[in-house]
Structure formats: C-alpha cells, structure tokens
C-alpha cells in the first residue's frame, strides 16, 4: 500500500515538474515574441528617425551651395553613380565633396517596400517640377524617399502631424510629381491640390497612390 501510495506521490510530482516545465517554455516563448516586436518596434523607429535626418542634412548641404552664390537653378542634382560625376564643374553638384558634399545614402533596408518595378526605392533630390501651393510656379526642390513601407510611413506622419493617416495623390503615378524624369520612363508633372488636398501647405509628409506605394516628401526650397 504504501508503495503504490509512493508511486502515485512520483507520478504527481512529475506531472507537477512536466507542467512546469510546459508553462516556463510557453512564457518563455510569449517573452521571446513580445522581445521581437519590441526590437522590430525599435528598428523601425531608428528607420524613421534616419530618414528625418537625411532629409535635414539634405537641407544643409543646399545651404552650403547657396552660401557659395550657387542659384537654385543652377544645382545639380546628379547622382555619384552617374558617369560624368566627377566631370568639372562639380562646384554646382549637391552630392560632390567639391559642391555641397552631400554624401549619398541608401534607404534604410528596414523601410524599404520595393514593387520591383524602376524607379528603384530610395533617396531623391531634385528641381524638375512645381508644388502649385509655393509662392510661384518655378520649380521647387524636392527631397524624397520613394517606396518605403506602410507603418514607417505611417511613424513618419505620427512624428510630423500626430496622425497615422497617409493621404491618397491621385493624377499621376508617384515618379512624376517626385522623381526626376531623367530616372524613369514617366514625365514630370507639377504637383497640384486636386493630386493631394491633404498636402496643401504641408512642406513634409508620407504619401501613397491608390495601390498602397508610399513616398515621402519634404520641400527643401520653395520658390
């Protein structure tokens, strides 16, 4: 009697310690899930954070050009990767270290969302259309990042406005109010407040086509 009373304590005990077991492993992996979120969580916000500052320094290098009597329309906005990059005068180039030494960034890979459909995601500068609600309708400067993803696009609108809402452009695909259309196969068209009524006035925020591609703008010179 007393054994089979020993042998039920046993097996009592290992269920008790197989349960156990069972429940550390599960907060265990609850643990490991929420810890991955909140890494995720933190990624993206350095994501965001980064794309902010490019833009900023984006600004800063066009002042340096500025400060050397450079005019807007004369800025050059080629890419280091283009083959005559290095081919004087590069005194107007936004990316030369002999300009305004804007050193060349890749989006962050967190961000990106890519269609992989031309233009390919990343940062864009340049002077190539206008933004009806500037004080002209000389061309304005844009920077831009072009297809990133939705929640950092919508960390992006949260930091600028204190909303999550990315507005619809209508009109035209995204390229030809962003990009220059010297890097796709679109043609330039100048941004009005019938592509976009959310953005009127707005010198910075996320926006998307009908099809869900983001885009961030932030206009740099204003003419």
Request: charged share 15%; net charge negative; aromatic share 10%.
């Amino acid at each position: 009697m007393n054994n089979e009373s020993g042998n039920a304590f046993l097996y009592i005990l290992i269920a008790v310690v197989l349960f156990g077991a069972l429940m550390f492993a599960i907060s265990k992996s609850s643990d490991q899930d929420d810890s991955t979120g909140e890494l995720s969580q933190g990624r993206e916000a350095v994501a965001v954070n980064e794309i902010l500052s490019y833009a900023a320094t984006t600004t800063n290098a066009l002042t340096q050009l500025q400060a050397t009597h450079v005019q807007n329309d004369q800025i050059d906005f080629m890419l280091p990767s283009d083959a005559n990059f290095n081919v004087a005068p590069n005194i107007y180039k936004i990316f030369h270290p002999d300009g305004g030494g804007l050193n060349y960034r890749a989006l962050p890979k967190l961000a990106i969302e890519d269609d992989s459909v031309d233009p390919v995601p990343g940062y864009y500068v340049g002077r190539f259309n206008n933004v009806e609600w500037t004080p002209s309708t000389t061309p304005d400067i844009l920077f831009v990042a072009y297809e990133i993803k939705t929640s950092v696009c919508e960390a992006i609108n949260k930091k600028l406005t204190g909303s999550t809402t990315i507005p619809t452009v209508s009109g035209s695909p995204l390229e030809d109010f962003f990009i220059d259309d010297t890097l796709h196969v679109g043609t330039n068209a100048d941004f009005m407040v019938a592509n976009c009524a959310a953005c009127e006035e707005v010198a910075a925020l996320c926006v998307q086509d009908a099809g869900g591609k983001n885009v961030f703008y932030s206009l740099l010179e204003a003419e």
